[in-house]
């Protein structure tokens, strides 16, 4: 069946967050009046979140029907032998209009070993950031697990924690074991593992609507958490036009950004499954049976199988995903 693969657009699963806002609509043009939409899972193989094919003949057909149906010509054979019909990727835009919880992720063994899970791995790219936006990415200084809990007894986690003041274009890598939180006014796209396992530290003390607090995760989290203090998770990338500038390569997924200002000839000699997110502008792709397009806050999936291809546009910025 590999004829009939094409570039794969998916049909969005919104998701309401108590942080949420209303960017998604606003700048991305997602189908949703909601005021507390908080995240656009893009590409999901998440259980109870399979993202359904939206465009072409297979409109309709799951990412998982896809994979039983074309394996390695979908996502290629190295992956093909290591994932198995298990999409390797999640991809997804956040819009947070509060403060996301602090929180972080486990790593590959503790995610297998207590949840059955992949580990989450991840990074963010941010796509537009209110005046004074702040990220939280790991400690200011060094940290013991006993000076963390006190902290957290006292409610001074934030003392000694790392605040980053982002604006867009800025990216971040987020490795397991990393606490984290994404700030209010910050609109992001992250690329993580197939995984949606959150160990969640602080929550601000908020409650929902009926006066209830979200579930905290900290006899998990303790021994999860990597106390050392890097400040390695800022990225820096070139930004050369029509060329495919490396933002990050780890062992889960590799990231390039691209600004696209004319037509570019691309060869996938990869042997994996290529994204492409659209963060600003309007990109054609054309392969040898179909043209397909998106527009800013659109993704897209070309099938390993498919080898050649291009990409054209007037002004565009994509970020290119494989692994």
């Known amino acids: 069946m590999q004829q009939n693969l094409y570039p794969i657009k998916f049909n969005p699963i919104l998701k309401d967050k108590i942080w949420g806002g209303e960017k998604l609509s606003k700048y991305l043009k997602k189908n949703t009046v909601s005021r507390t939409a908080g995240e656009s899972w893009e590409i999901s193989d998440v259980e109870g979140d399979t993202s359904i094919v939206s465009n072409g003949e297979l409109k309709g057909y799951s990412l998982k029907e896809l994979l039983e149906i074309f394996k390695?010509?979908?996502?290629?054979?190295?992956?093909?032998?290591?994932?198995?019909?298990?999409?390797?990727l999640l991809i997804k835009f956040i819009d947070a209009k509060q403060d996301l919880s602090i929180q972080l992720h486990p790593n590959d063994k503790l995610a297998a070993e207590r949840h059955n899970s992949f580990g989450k791995t991840e990074m963010w790219h941010i796509m537009q950031a209110d005046?004074?936006?702040?990220?939280?990415?790991?400690?200011?200084?060094e940290v013991t697990p006993e000076k963390y809990l006190q902290h957290l007894e006292d409610k001074t986690l934030t003392d000694?924690?790392?605040?980053?003041?982002?604006?867009?274009?800025?990216?971040?890598?987020?490795?397991?074991?990393?606490?984290?939180?994404?700030?209010?006014?910050?609109?992001?796209?992250?690329?993580?593992?197939?995984?949606?396992?959150t160990y969640r530290v602080y929550d601000w003390d908020r409650v929902d609507d009926q006066g209830n607090e979200r579930e905290l995760h900290n006899d998990l989290a303790i021994n999860a958490i990597d106390f050392n203090m890097k400040d390695d998770f800022r990225v820096k990338y070139e930004t050369s036009k029509n060329f495919s500038n490396k933002m990050v390569c780890c062992q889960y997924f590799t990231t390039n950004y691209i600004h696209l200002d004319s037509e570019v000839q691309k060869q996938n000699t990869l042997?994996?499954?290529?994204?492409?997110?659209?963060?600003?502008g309007?990109?054609?792709?054309?392969?040898?049976?179909?043209?397909?397009?998106?527009?800013?806050?659109e993704?897209?999936?070309?099938?390993?199988?498919?080898?050649?291809?291009?990409?054209?546009?007037?002004?565009?910025?994509?970020?290119?995903?494989?692994?």
Do not use: W
Request: charged share 20%.
């Open 72 to 88: 390695s010509d979908l996502i290629g054979s190295k992956n093909y032998q290591v994932f198995g019909n298990k999409f390797p």
């Open 299 to 323: 993704t897209l999936l070309l099938p390993a199988a498919i080898k050649n291809y291009t990409l054209q546009s007037e002004n565009a910025e994509l970020l290119e995903v494989y692994v």
């Open 282 to 297: 309007f990109v054609k792709i054309t392969t040898e049976s179909k043209v397909e397009s998106i527009s800013k806050g």
């Open 271 to 280: 042997d994996s499954f290529v994204i492409y997110i659209c963060t600003e």
């Open 160 to 197: 000694i924690l790392n605040l980053d003041k982002v604006k867009k274009g800025d990216t971040y890598f987020i490795e397991v074991g990393r606490v984290h939180a994404i700030g209010a006014g910050v609109m992001l796209v992250e690329i993580q593992q197939t995984s949606d396992i």
């Open 131 to 141: 005046e004074d936006s702040n990220l939280i990415v790991g400690f200011n200084q």
